[in-house]
């Protein structure tokens, strides 16, 4: 825990601190500082379990991007929230995740308000056991995924995408999400 404490806690202070710079840039929908909200639907299959849980993922997002003058995108986006992960067969539940993942897109369009972006980087989930019985357990892994961002202003954007994380011996999940993202 201490070790996602401060990660978060540098993908913070670094985008507080880079929002001023981006701010000025009108033109450019997709750069500097920004977080946001997002809801979705997970399906994680531990080992041993027989089909995948699908459940309600919720969380926030917090990041930093990069336009350049040919529009490509570039950033660090960092993620904390909940799979919703509960199946009584494996006994255990999930806690919660965060992750940090690079990100590469191209905005595009007459007005340049459009975004499609790749990412990948670096997860860790808490599993907990729904019973007294059993250990509680971090899981880590890779993650990647994709999506599709649409700006509705100078500060506030629309974005739906999938993720796909791997956490190795046959455990893994698919994410599907949308979310509100506020630039400041």
């Known amino acids: 825990m201490k070790f996602s404490k401060t990660i978060m806690g540098v993908v913070t202070a670094s985008t507080l601190l880079a929002a001023g710079a981006s701010a000025a840039d009108g033109e450019r929908k997709f750069d500097g500082a920004y977080a946001g909200i997002e809801a979705g639907v997970d399906w994680t299959k531990l080992a041993g379990d027989v089909k995948r849980d699908r ?3 919720y969380g926030g997002v917090i990041g930093f991007r990069r336009q350049m003058d040919n529009n490509m995108v570039y950033g660090l986006e960092g993620t904390f929230g909940d799979t919703g992960y509960n199946n009584n067969a494996t006994g255990m539940k999930s806690e919660y995740e965060w992750s940090a993942s690079l990100t590469l897109g191209q905005a595009f369009g007459s007005d340049g308000a459009n975004l499609i972006y790749g990412k990948a980087g670096y997860v860790r989930t808490r599993f907990d056991p729904t019973s007294a019985d ?3 357990f971090n899981d880590n892994g890779w993650r990647f995924g994709g999506g599709y961002e649409r700006a509705l202003g100078e500060s506030l954007s629309l974005r739906v995408g999938a993720d796909y994380t791997t956490y190795g011996d046959d455990k893994n999940a698919w994410t599907t ?6 630039r400041f």
């Open 177 to 182: 999400k949308a979310g509100l993202i506020a």
């Open 134 to 136: 059993g250990d509680a």
């Open 55 to 57: 459940s309600l993922y």
